[in-house]
């Protein structure tokens, strides 16, 4: 079955009047994406990288148009990659 997993950093930065929260994803057991939580109301930017040998041939993507609500930011990966996300908003 394909899992999703995501953590989020404890502590949130404040840059001016937007808050930039920064975490890491996996997508495993032939997953392809999930729902992160930024911790936010609003999400304005999202940005995706791909780690080390997960890197996928696609390009991973925010599936939402932004702004949208900072508590379910869908994502879409390849299968089975591992990266780190990085969200703006407030």
Avoid: H
Wanted: aromatic share 8%; proline share 2%; hydrophobic share 40%.
């Amino acid at each position: 079955m394909a899992a999703f997993t995501y953590t989020k950093d404890e502590y949130p930065q404040m840059i001016g009047k937007l808050m930039k929260t920064t975490g890491t994803y996996t997508s495993s057991d032939g997953g392809v994406g999930g729902n992160i939580n930024t911790g936010m109301t609003f999400c304005v930017f999202m940005r995706l990288q791909a780690n080390g040998s997960s890197a996928g041939t696609n390009a991973n993507t925010v599936n939402e148009t932004l702004p949208v609500a900072g508590s379910a930011v869908t994502i879409v990966t390849d299968a089975n990659e591992v990266g780190i996300w990085e969200a703006w908003g407030i």
